[in-house]
């Protein structure tokens, strides 16, 4: 497994030959189940420290430097063994699970992109996160190399996308917003208020909002019941939508 050794993003480190028309139209990371890499989160040395990477998915939250790889490496294999594309939504980070998806927010913007962790480093004490080329033009930062970003892990089974994971039937939506990072602190309060588990509240991406929702249930009456809770504990109003599931032609 090879690590890159690389400094804080290089400002002559792209864009490649042919970059894509529109970096700001590619998506960002889609959270979805995987297995762990085999041999990708054994601990490991990297520039003379030891690092032991999460076996497990777990809530994690840093503040720190993020800096980001280019042309230098577009191609080469990533700590997964898959090939780097400076063109796609992923990361390096020296312990987050291998894969695994995190929410990055730049702190001076409060801009938010979510990202699949793929590759280890970087190993600078003053960093936090290595991230690829695109997300960290999303983020405005290329220019300066790096910058100030608040790191969140993402757990996939609070995430769907499109309704994919949701059953027909009547739901609460407490929240629709345009960053993910925002969606995600409302869903956690709501989980918190109304002590949710991660299969009774999500987050929906269905188009380009984050929506938080709670269901399915199967009446009217208890979803109310539920509208009147979410009003008193957090002074929300949550509105009620019914999702039926279109065949596929």
Known sequence: M?????????????????????????????????????????????????????TERRAYREEGLA???GRRFHGKNTSSGEPYDMYAM????????????????????GKSVVVRINDRGPFHSSR????????AHKLGYLGHGSARVRVESIDPDTYDIQGEAFNDG???????????DNAQKLLERLQRALELDGTR???????????????PYAAEDAAQAD??????RLTLNAIMVRRERREQS
């Open 170 to 180: 009547v739901y609460l939506q407490v929240g629709a917003f345009a960053q993910a």
């Open 227 to 232: 509208r009147a809770r979410v009003r008193e």
């Open 90 to 109: 992923t990361a390096a980070h020296p312990t987050l699970p291998i894969p695994s998806y995190a929410r990055v927010t730049a702190l001076d913007s």
């Open 128 to 135: 936090i996160i290595d991230l690829s080329y695109t997300a």
């Open 201 to 215: 509240a999500k987050v929906v991406l269905i188009g380009a909002l984050h929506r938080v929702q709670i269901g």
């Open 2 to 54: 090879g690590y890159h050794w690389r400094g804080a993003g290089h400002l002559d480190d792209g864009p490649g030959a042919n970059p894509p028309p529109n970096l700001d139209a590619v998506p960002d990371a889609v959270p979805r189940k995987e297995p762990l890499h085999r041999f990708a989160n054994r601990t490991y040395v990297a520039l003379g420290n030891t690092y032991t990477p999460h």
């Open 67 to 69: 800096s980001w790889y």
